[in-house]
C-alpha cells in the first residue's frame, strides 16, 4: 500500500513523533523514506540580499542538517531505508512539490498546534499540505505530557 513516504521535518519533538510513527509504517510496508528539511524563506523577503540572510540561511541549514541526522538515525535503527534532502522555499509548496515529484504515497507530518490570531493569518503547513497534497497526509500531534 505504501511504498514510498514523505517526512517533512523541522528538528521539532512534534515532528520526531510523526517520525516515529512514518518510520514504523515504512517498516510495516518495507517502504523507502524520504525526510526533507525546508529552508523557510518566506519570512526573510525583502531583506537586504548580502549579509544578514546569508547568515540566517546558514544558521538554518544547519538546524535543517540536525533536524535530519535524527530522523535518519531513527530510520536506521528500525533497518528503514532513508533517503535526506534539504530544499529551500515555502514549506507546505515545497512539500507538496517534493512528494508529487518522487511519487509518495503517503505524507507524515507533525502540527504545530497553532491558535488564535497567529493560526488565522499564517495558517499552518500541514493544512495547506492537507488541501494540496496528491496523496493521504497523516498529521501527528504533539504527544500530551503526563
Known amino acids: 500500500m505504501y511504498k514510498k513516504i514523505v517526512i517533512p521535518t523541522d528538528g521539532s519533538d512534534v515532528s520526531l513523533e510523526a517520525a516515529k510513527h512514518a518510520i514504523n509504517i515504512a517498516?510495516?510496508?518495507?517502504a523507502e523514506v524520504y525526510a526533507i528539511y525546508v529552508v523557510d524563506v518566506s519570512p526573510f523577503v525583502g531583506l537586504p540580499a548580502e549579509g544578514s540572510w546569508e547568515l540566517i540561511s546558514e544558521?538554518?541549514?544547519e538546524e535543517g542538517q540536525e533536524a535530519l541526522k535524527k530522523v535518519k538515525k531513527?530510520?536506521?535503527e528500525w533497518g528503514v531505508k532513508i533517503h535526506t534532502e534539504m530544499?529551500?522555499?515555502?514549506?507546505?509548496?515545497?512539500i507538496?512539490?517534493?512528494?508529487?515529484k518522487k511519487k509518495a504515497?503517503?505524507?507524515?507530518?507533525?502540527?504545530?498546534?497553532?491558535?488564535?490570531?497567529?493560526?488565522i493569518l499564517l495558517g499552518s503547513v500541514a493544512e495547506r499540505v492537507?488541501?494540496?497534497a496528491h496523496c493521504p497526509v497523516l498529521v501527528v500531534k504533539k504527544p500530551?505530557?503526563?
Open 27 to 30: 517498516k510495516e510496508f518495507d
Open 59 to 61: 544558521l538554518l541549514k
Open 74 to 76: 531513527m530510520a536506521e
Open 87 to 94: 530544499l529551500e522555499g515555502v514549506p507546505a509548496n515545497e
Open 96 to 100: 507538496v512539490e517534493f512528494a508529487e
Open 105 to 119: 504515497d503517503l505524507i507524515v507530518m507533525g502540527t504545530t498546534g497553532k491558535t488564535g490570531l497567529e493560526r
Open 130 to 132: 492537507i488541501k494540496n
Open 144 to 146: 500530551k505530557k503526563e
